[in-house]
């Protein structure tokens, strides 16, 4: 596509609830970035996935959070068990190679309430 | 481990120029990016220095001093749409591809 495409938008989750946040990166992009912002705060990388290699999960809070990457395409973020401070913006970017710069998607406002 | 430090908040006059500062620290170096993200709106790339010295775009110039771990963001003849903030981020010298952000410099443009 054009751009990096993530869905939803906004999701509202009872705390508790498992919640999945998706990301489209652009065509032909082999490095995929999963990043959280909250409020006030700077971006704090969580997973990385560079073409067919092993994911750099180093990012990760918890065991809480996983992330997948099928087919070199779009990646799924995966919050179980969800907490109040589980509330933040998770951003996706992709580039077209490892050290390139990032093209970021809009982003997915999560409220755990 | 890394270390980036921005300031907080700037204000600044529409037609004037401001110098946004950005200090890291990190374990080795691979490459200085800067971006700008409007309220409610995903970051977009600005600049990337990896070599010392000035890189110009526009109305947009960024500085490197890799000796110092130092780099500033320079935009000229400040326009109201230019109010955004502004994130300084890293990537180190080791294995890892990812990018380290800094807090970020919230612009007021006044008019």
């Known amino acids: 596509g054009a751009g990096v495409s993530q869905s939803p938008s906004n999701k509202v989750t009872e705390k508790g609830k498992d919640v999945e946040l998706r990301c489209d990166p652009i065509?032909?992009?082999?490095?995929l970035y999963w990043y959280r912002q909250s409020l006030g705060q700077g971006l704090e990388f969580l997973i990385y996935?560079?073409?067919?290699?092993?994911?750099?999960k180093s990012g990760l809070p918890s065991d809480r959070f996983s992330a997948e990457r099928t087919g070199g395409s779009v990646s799924t973020l995966t919050i179980q068990r969800t907490q109040q401070e589980d509330s933040a913006v998770y951003l996706c970017?992709?580039?077209?190679?490892?050290?390139?710069?990032?093209?970021f998607g809009s982003g997915t406002r999560l409220t755990v309430v | 481990g890394q270390n980036i430090d921005q300031p907080t908040e700037m204000t600044a006059t529409e037609g004037a120029i401001v110098q946004i500062n950005c200090t890291y620290q990190t374990s080795g170096f691979n490459g200085l990016f800067w971006y700008q993200q409007h309220a409610g709106e995903a970051p977009t790339f600005l600049s990337y220095?990896?070599?010392?010295g000035l890189e110009e775009k526009g109305r947009f110039s960024s500085f490197l001093s890799r000796s110092k771990g130092y780099s500033y963001l320079l935009l000229k003849e400040l326009q109201m749409k230019d109010s955004a903030s502004y994130l300084c981020?890293?990537?180190?010298?080791?294995?890892?591809?990812?990018?380290?952000f800094g807090s970020g410099t919230q612009l007021t443009v006044l008019p």
């Open positions: 065509s032909g992009h082999t490095a």
């Open positions: 220095n990896v070599l010392d």
């Open positions: 996935f560079q073409g067919n290699s092993a994911p750099d």
């Open positions: 981020a890293v990537r180190d010298g080791g294995s890892a591809r990812q990018l380290t």
């Open positions: 970017a992709s580039s077209p190679k490892a050290l390139g710069g990032y093209t």
